[in-house]
């Protein structure tokens, strides 16, 4: 199994070093140059299997064979485990059309968890194999820097950074980060914004030489191998409704099209993935591109569902590839009027090939609150987050053929939004056991000035990579 740059100028990587590289050289993301096929039997064969179990079977082909089958299977096993529900990613049944399938049972309770839980034991596996160790570093307004840490955390050839400005995160949201008190975790509280936390990351990145001493990496959305763990759910939950033998439509609530793209790939794969609908909040790029063929930016606003909150999305340009025919050159030239002009039009035919397999939906912030009223009093008292809401307002609105289940991806807990959900349903929810007692767990942090050198010397001093020991 070989993986290509969505821009054409990079080396064809396999799967170690697409894993540890993330971005591609040339700027583009890495895609694999053929899509691995599984007959209707094949996905048959898949029924009644343990998660884990699926998931080895969906991504073993993905390997290429740098991790033997055994060794995968027990990091996957290892992954999953830490989920709180058996079936890692349950199916609730809404009403006769329509399943929500919960993706929040992990150890932040958001959906980020099912790829990245699998993503740093892979990291720690591959650096073992090579006797090295990376540093991670990555700035977080708060929402999603716990996910990275609880995938890091303990990871013997791995350290991890997360800066989150001081004070500006929500106090779940801080102890979720700080509580969390592996060796190799380290949580710096920054005088400043969210954005003097990523420049200041994307400083250390373009230091060329402390990048290399530290051997710094990220496991930021543009990782092939998140892609890859996130396509193991369309088929467990595709299976369980009754494929091969039925078409399933899927509603996804969507930020950077990382997790829609999955879709696309189970499709790809010969899962039959009928619909794929892209649930998007007011910040609608994505939904005025499929209704225009023009993809153009606009600024950001706050929102309810914040992790959907986005002005490009990363994840589109491995799509775009395949609508301009996997010409490299032509998604350099198209990435480069967006850069330069913040739009860029495909052809009426690109445009109908999308409309083929996707369709896209916005809601605005109104819709997402009545969502969650609504489906609270018509199902029993159901609980749906905003970013949820925005997937079930979708599906509800969006016509699909008659008798085809819709699966709505529910991409996080309600109690780690609870002032909407209370707002809306009367009640706030409860956190579930395993974050029971987050408000009296010890934190630890480092305030640091927002100055480059002093986090840099921060760093320095604590990153194991720094020291040379392997
Ligand atoms: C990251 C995230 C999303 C968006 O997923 P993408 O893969 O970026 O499209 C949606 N909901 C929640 C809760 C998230 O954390």
């Not at 967006?338 to 860029?344: K, N, S, T, V, Y």
Request: aromatic share 8%; with cysteine.
């Amino acid at each position: 199994m070989r993986y290509i740059s969505t821009r054409g100028a990079a080396p064809a990587l396999g799967f170690e070093d697409v894993l540890l590289t993330g971005l591609a050289r040339d700027g583009g993301l890495y895609v694999p140059e053929t899509w691995p096929q599984f007959t209707a039997d094949d996905i048959r064969a898949l029924r009644g299997l343990p998660y884990s179990e699926v998931a080895v079977r969906v991504m073993l082909p993905f390997l290429g064979g740098a991790i033997s089958e055994s060794d995968f299977r027990a990091l996957v096993q290892d992954a999953y485990a830490t989920f709180d529900h058996d079936a890692v990613t349950p199916l609730v049944q809404l009403d006769q059309r329509t399943w929500v399938l919960e993706l929040f049972h992990g150890p932040t309770l958001a959906f980020k968890d099912v790829a990245l839980q699998l993503l740093g034991r892979l990291f720690d596996h591959v650096l073992e194999k090579r006797g090295e160790r990376v540093t991670i570093v990555g700035a977080t307004s708060g929402d999603t820097g716990s996910a990275a840490i609880e995938a890091c955390r303990d990871r013997h050839n791995v350290d991890i950074f997360i800066l989150h400005p001081k004070g500006r995160t929500s106090e779940v949201q801080r102890r979720q980060m700080t509580s969390v008190l592996s060796s190799n975790v380290h949580n710096i509280a920054l005088e400043g914004s969210f954005d003097d936390c990523q420049d200041l990351v994307k400083a250390m990145f373009n230091d060329t030489a402390f990048r290399d001493k530290l051997n710094l990496s990220a496991v930021n959305s543009i990782n092939w191998a998140r892609i890859m763990a996130q396509i193991v759910y369309y088929f467990a939950s595709a299976v369980a409704l009754g494929a091969p033998d039925r078409e399933i439509d899927f509603v996804v609530p969507t930020g950077n099209f990382g997790n829609v793209y999955a879709a696309y790939g189970a499709r790809a794969m010969g899962l039959p993935a009928a619909k794929l609908i892209v649930g998007s909040n007011t910040n609608d790029i994505l939904a005025r591109f499929f209704a225009s063929g023009t993809m153009a930016a606009q600024g950001v606003t706050p929102t309810l569902s914040p992790s959907m909150d986005i002005q490009i999305s990363s994840n589109f340009e491995r799509l775009l590839f395949d609508l301009l025919g996997r010409d490299g050159a032509a998604v350099e030239a198209c990435m480069r009027t967006f850069r330069a002009e913040g739009r860029f039009t495909v052809t009426d035919a690109q445009l109908a090939a999308a409309l083929e397999v996707f369709a896209g939906h916005r809601v605005d912030e109104d819709a997402t609150m009545a969502t969650i009223t609504d489906t609270w009093r018509r199902h029993g008292g159901y609980t749906v987050d905003p970013h949820t809401a925005v997937g079930v307002a979708s599906a509800a609105a969006v016509k699909t053929a008659p008798g085809r289940p819709v699966v709505v991806l529910a991409t996080a807990h309600p109690a780690k939004f609870p002032d909407a959900v209370e707002k809306a349903t009367g009640r706030r929810p409860v956190l579930p056991p395993r974050l029971g007692d987050l408000y009296e767990r010890e934190e630890r942090l480092s305030v640091l000035p927002n100055d480059l050198g002093a986090v840099q010397g921060f760093v320095t001093q604590r990153a194991r990579a720094a020291q040379g020991v392997a």
